[in-house]
């Protein structure tokens, strides 16, 4: 089994700046920013909307390519790697989940949780029974032979943390991922993502305008106009 | 109803080209069956003739200068000779030497002008299908008596002729008495209403051609490679030699351009079918764009999600095919035991079709490049999706 060095970040970023254009002009999402997360704990990115919040989120999961700065992932210079180099390591080692739960309606939960195994060529079975597993834990042992459409808010983003984590990632991105559910399935999805963090020693990284859940991690990193203003 | 387009494109595809290949076989079986796959005439002969027109009195004459002592000989003049030459081909698997010309058939009450063919007769059966062609009377009637004809069907009908009745053929030499050992029919009007066939020794006397006039009448083994056969024929002996698809090349052009025409309408629906797919993958990826994007942030590659489009594509073709062919092959059947008499350049009871591997394998090839297409757009566009700006686009 590998082992993890708690010590050294699990994802460190370097002055990373992107823009993006937008009808005619020019928006600079991001202006040099930098900082680490180790594994085993939960950081929050908090801050006004447009901040650029979401791009870091999306810069540190290899969904988009900053226009310059380094993004070190387990010690490896991941931000000018290659597509395919990025596309397996969103399969192997890094879990997202989202303000909504994008969740393939026309899937069983199960089928649902499994899709990241499937794809890195874990036979069907194996990868059912081991996302059952995951939804077990998840306290949904008995939703997985639902359509993924048929459950309620709260359990559609606790299929979606599921999904995100049935792979084991080194790095869980959360895009909001109480922005939609009531006060009570907020604190219950927050729970699972802490408890995924200390016991799976996983760096969870968390965009979120709450608060309270905000404070209740173990760093807090505020954001403005592109910017980290306080750490 | 994509799956259905295909399935029925392929079916009408396969049959609309068995029937139309299916009436050209039938025609060409025919004509090699009736005038073989060579004739070979005349030789090319140096005549170096001029012609003078000169006008006096108001009168305008003409004059035509041979070369002295130059001849014209109609047909072959050394039949043996040129047969020998022949038996080096050894594409050619009969020679029949026939001696044509005009007679005036009387049947007592009418007459007709008939095309009379002098034949030996085993040598014609070589280069004919006129053993299947006889309806009434037999060949070994004709065989066996010198002073009989066979008559083609039409003419027959037309002189209210039957079986064994005593015909006179004049012109030529005299007047000949003959009797009607058989009744043919080729199928092709043209002949059966003009042909009559004698004993090629019969027509010689008659026509007072002992010695030359005749033509030669091949058949080959392979009777798609004529045209290169009569070339080489008519280079090495000299003489004229036509090809059955020099012949018959205004029908065989005709039978080309529907065949090709069919192709190119029922083509279409495999297009509408191509499009209709098209339009369902094309509506699917817009529809399907936040979950290709959840998909490609899980760690799917373009590719592999160009392959779910790329599969149902293939699924529909396989299906369409496989669906097509049956119902291709069960349609062509049926349509065979349909009855259709048809006379006039080919004789048939029932629809003619032909069983052609290539008409399924042209059809299948129609299909996987529409069908390739229409998947492939959408499949491709699918892949390009950029699963950033479509979350970020999506929250």
């Known amino acids: ?40 704990e939960v950081t929050a990115v908090v801050g006004p909307s447009g901040c650029g919040k979401s791009t870091l989120l999306y810069l540190m999961g290899l969904l988009d390519r900053p226009d310059s700065g380094e993004i070190h992932l387990e010690e ?51 990868a059912l029974r081991k996302a059952k597993d995951v939804l077990c834990r998840l306290g949904l042992d008995d939703k997985c032979d639902r359509l993924a459409n048929k459950l309620s808010g709260g359990e559609q983003q606790r299929v979606a943390i599921a999904r995100a984590l049935v792979h084991s990632p080194a790095l869980l991105l959360a895009d909001e991922p109480t922005g939609n559910l009531d006060t009570a399935n907020s604190e219950k999805v927050f729970q699972l993502l802490i408890q995924f963090a200390r016991e799976e020693k996983i760096a969870v990284i968390l965009v979120t305008h709450n608060s309270e859940i905000a404070d209740n991690c173990d760093h807090i990193i505020s954001m403005k106009d592109g910017q980290i203003i306080n750490r | 109803m994509s799956l259905f387009g295909i399935t029925l494109g392929i079916a009408f595809f396969v049959i609309t080209q068995a029937q139309t290949s299916g009436f050209e076989a039938f025609f060409i079986r025919t004509i090699l069956g009736t005038n073989g796959a060579i004739r070979i005439s005349d030789s090319f002969q140096d005549m170096h003739g001029t012609v003078r027109s000169s006008s006096k009195e108001g009168k305008t004459r003409f004059f035509f200068h041979s070369r002295e002592g130059a001849r014209y000989t109609e047909g ?13 081909f050894p594409e050619i698997s009969g020679i029949s030497e026939v001696l044509e010309g005009n007679a005036i058939l009387n049947g007592g009450s009418r007459s007709q002008t008939i095309q009379m063919h002098g034949i030996v007769l085993d040598d014609h059966i070589m280069v004919s299908d006129v053993e299947n062609q006889i309806i009434q009377g037999s060949l070994s009637a004709f065989e066996s008596d010198s002073m009989t004809i066979l008559l083609g069907n039409r003419i027959a009908q037309r002189l209210m002729l039957k079986l064994g009745d005593r015909v006179t053929i004049e012109g030529g030499t005299g007047n000949l008495q003959l009797r009607i050992a058989g009744l043919f029919e080729t199928g092709v009007s043209q002949i059966d209403k003009n042909r009559a066939y004698v004993h090629l020794s019969t027509s010689k006397a008659f026509l007072g051609k002992r010695f030359s006039g005749s033509i030669f009448q091949l058949s080959m083994f392979e009777p798609e490679k004529a045209p290169e056969i009569s070339a080489q024929i008519q280079e090495t002996t000299g003489h004229r030699v036509v090809s059955w698809q020099e012949r018959e090349q205004v029908w065989l052009d005709v039978f080309k351009a529907l065949r090709i025409s069919s192709a190119i309408t029922v083509s279409s629906i495999l297009l509408l079918s191509g499009l209709g797919i098209f339009n369902v993958f094309a509506i699917m990826v817009m529809e399907k764009t936040r979950d290709i994007a959840i998909l490609r942030s899980m760690g799917f590659k373009p590719s592999d999600i160009s392959a779910v489009f790329l599969w149902q594509g293939a ?21 065979s035991k349909i009855p259709l008499r048809i006379r006039g350049i080919f004789s048939t009871e029932s629809f003619v079709v032909n069983w052609d591997l290539s008409h399924y394998l042209w059809a299948i090839l129609i299909a996987v490049l529409f069908v390739s297409i229409a998947s492939w757009i959408p499949a491709r566009r699918a892949a390009k999706i950029e699963p950033a700006k479509i979350i970020r686009e999506t929250v």
Request: proline share 2%; net charge negative.
């Open chain 2, 76 to 88: 072959i003049e050394n039949t043996e000779l040129l047969r020998n030459a022949l038996l080096h």
């Open chain 1, 76 to 126: 490896d210079s991941v931000a000018l790697a290659n597509d395919e180099i990025r596309t397996n390591l969103r399969n192997t080692k890094i879990g997202f989940v989202f303000q909504f739960h994008f969740l393939i309606k026309e899937l069983t939960v199960c089928e649902n949780v499994a899709l990241p195994l499937r794809k890195s060529g874990v036979p069907e079975k194996q």
């Open chain 2, 315 to 335: 699924i529909i073709l396989v299906i369409g095919i496989f669906l097509g062919s049956c119902v291709g092959i069960l349609s062509t059947y049926g349509i």
């Open chain 1, 1 to 40: 089994m590998e082992t993890k060095d708690l010590a050294k970040p699990l994802i460190r970023i370097s002055n990373l700046e992107h823009s993006f254009t937008e009808g005619e002009g020019t928006i600079h999402a991001l202006r040099g920013v930098s900082f680490d997360a180790l594994a085993g």
